[in-house]
């Protein structure tokens, strides 16, 4: 925990104080290039490894009623059955973290502490669902940066962040949301003993690294207050291809973009892939119609079992014996 | 075997979290905590790869000199071959919200047993051999090579899974450790690590066609015996058709029902209805199991036994097949089957109900019906006559097996017949059933009988849960529409709720089903004297055309 936090400090650190001492284009020019193929690769290759291995079984974990008789009402999307079944348990999985939702918490109750109670328990559920969506709106919105003109749906989510109107500038409440939701992940991860007991490194960091983009952007906003002419012709630099100098730039821009492009970098080859898998999952993306329709397994195996005829000749006297048809009658089954 | 603690003292017992990361923690066997090894001889039989002698409880097990190098390869060949496993080692976000869904780690506190960390055990071997951030980083990202003691810890844990899904069904990817399970599992097979009480039945399965190695003709004789009891409860005496050709319905069932209290009187329910019905079926003594312990083993094995059921019902000439109560049996049915041994032989067709004419069109490529689809189907077309105040004398809960219900989605059919065949039937509480129903604790071949205090442990939910309705709603009795859990559950319930009795659903169907010219009945089929059976004339009446 201690050491993801120290790791994404110095990250942060090193760029700040490499572009302050004039290696700037490094860390804004050449690093977010590099962040963005390896992003871009690493996701398409980690995509292309998980698409080589097969699908060899029909697996869907079914999470409600199976289709069956007439009279027996089909949970349609918890146990979909067709493509547009499961089409729309992707998109509740997806966009609403539907098995999330489900999350129980399991209690010892009663007198003896013999009783178990499953409290409902929509925490998780609540700010990963938030934290997400900020994400989301946040990257959006700096649609403002990278393109010219500002498109007209960036200026809307702008204006609906801002609405409470409060501070100059306008107080963008995403970026607030984003900070206590991330707060909140890390501190099931530090107080929840379960969970800390299962996290790794690998879980805190990527979640201190948020924090430090996060901290980062909301201090070039409201503190240490970037000049956004410069850092909008800088950018647009960087998108067409022909940088421009980043002179005059406050080099805590510069920690921001190496942060974000430490994410780029770390995405592909770490749990962060479970944007593009969980399009992949069987047990999700799959109707349960096995009966209905047969799956192939492209490496079934040639069949191979204990056949009739080797049955019939272990046992055919005392298959005979209590009058059992049979294939081949024994020589004195004629008596 | 030990005797158990107390309930409370079972729960009190369990170890809080240790300081040490579960990285350094070496596994435990003590006798009570593991399934007795496979013998030499039963494995050799089954063509397994290394069969060797070995205890769980000696420091070496005599894993084959290039095990480690048999291992590596065998998982880098499933990575291959199963996209579930690649993804699943992949994306876990570690969110814990499996953590608590495993009845194994409710009942243990053993860390290792939270979904996810049973997954990470497989996961931190697959970061260092399948990611470059594993290999650069090492235990510092949580990924470790593999020794003696990490097959052992392997072993362990897949034996402390029952398969069941619950975390599946949570996970917000999907992530099924019941498919990590099988996957290790198999892996375990290939240095020659397997339990006794899975392979001896596979063994059983294999060669005489079920799981107790019964033969041809015993196993007639004790349906016959079962046949002349039906006979004394209800005064007609059901057709016992075996091996016969061209009948329209294969009948397969888990043929522990043909031999375990309290499976035998589903099983003679199975019979009564089917006589009631008239039916043009058979059984076979050569696809006699419908339970597939192969799915406790690997892919391979669950198609090999499960290849005679298509196998028979080529050479029978049976137009279907109708699947008896059965979780596991379900879950390869449903999910495996067409797969594994499709299609389906020519002589099969669509089934279609005999007797109402509804055509199973979701069974259409398998053309294998679940018995409580088919019973529904009956009860909603009229066809049966009961008198549900003959099971007035229990006021019963349905369990969900795991199968049925997170690989099949089979809740409702069970309900719809439930309700008309009894007149007390109450839920257990709402996060303890249908998709999100908790394991009988022993499933996927851990029912053994030396992981007794283990099995009461993994029991601990859905104890608790019948406990609760036992206490408030006076709940007498469980249904179930699962072999295993009638095996595994009558302890459970022993344990957990003392004086819950157990049973198929058909067994209560042929307790209410009125047959034609059936005497008056005075017991149910366990042969126990029905309560208040003077009064019942009136309600025998009501209930008709339920
Ligand atoms: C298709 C898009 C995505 C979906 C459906 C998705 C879904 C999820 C879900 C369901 C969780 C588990 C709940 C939790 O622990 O918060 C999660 C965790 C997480 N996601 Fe995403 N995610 C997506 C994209 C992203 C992206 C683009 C990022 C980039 C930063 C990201 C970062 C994270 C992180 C850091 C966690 C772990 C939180 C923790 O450690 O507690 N996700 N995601
Ligand atoms: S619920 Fe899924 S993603 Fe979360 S820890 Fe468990 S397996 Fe991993
Ligand atoms: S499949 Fe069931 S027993 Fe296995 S880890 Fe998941 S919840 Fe636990």
Known sequence: MFLSLLLVLLIGAVAWAGSAVGFASLFGVALPYLALAVFIVGMVCRMAYWAKSPVPFCIPTTGGQEQSLDFIKQAKFDCPNTRIGVFVRMFLEIFLFRSLFRNTQADLVGNNGTGTVYYSSKWLWCFALVFHYCFLLVFLRHFRFFTEPVPFWTTCLETLDGVMQIGAPRFFMTGGILLAALLFLLGRRVFNEQLRYIS?????????????????????????????????????????????????????????????????????????????????????????NSRRVRHINPWNPPKQYFTYAEYEDTYRDVMAEVGLPLEKEPDRAAE | MAKLPAPQDLLASRPPFQGEHWLDIKPDFVPGGFCYPAKKETMELLHMPNPHEWDPAADDWGLPENWEQTICDAFAERLEKHRSLKLFMDICVRCGACADKCHFFLGTNDPKNMPVLRAELLRSLYRRDHTMLGKLLGKTIGARGWDKNVVKELFCYAYQCTECRRCSLFCPYGIDTAEITMIVRELLHEVGLGTHWIMDPVKNCSFTGNHLGIQPHSFVEIVEMLADDCETVTGIRPKTPFNQKNAEILFITPSGDVFADPGIYTFMGYLMLFHELDLDYTFSTYASEGGNFGSFTSFNMAKKLNAKMYAEAERLNAKWILGGECGHMWRVINQYMDTYNGPAPANMILPVSPITGTTFTNASSTKMVHIAEFTADLIHHNKLNFDPGRNDHIITTFHDSCNPARGLGLLDEPRYVLNAVCNNFVEMPENTIREQTFCCGAGSGLNTEEIMELRMRAGMPRGNALRYVQQKFGVNHMACVCAIDRATLPPLANYWAPGVTVSGLHELVANALVMKGEQKRTMDLRQEDLPGVEEDESAAQEGEGE
């Not at chain 1, 980062?216 to 950018?235: N, P, Q």
């Not at chain 1, 005059?248 to 942060?259: E, K, S, Y």
């Open chain 1, 200 to 288: 790794l490194v690998n879980d805190y960091f990527p979640l201190w690294l948020l924090v430090g983009i996060v901290c980062t952007g909301v201090c070039l906003r409201y503190f240490d207050k970037a000049e956004i002419a410069m850092v909008k012709i800088f950018i647009m630099g960087i998108t067409h291809f022909s940088p421009v100098s980043p002179d005059g730039i406050t080099p805590l821009f510069f920690a921001h973009v190496t942060l974000v492009s430490a994410l780029l970098l770390y995405f592909p080859f770490s749990k962060l892939a479970h944007m593009g898998g969980i399009f992949f999952s069987p047990t999700r993306n799959m109707a349960n």
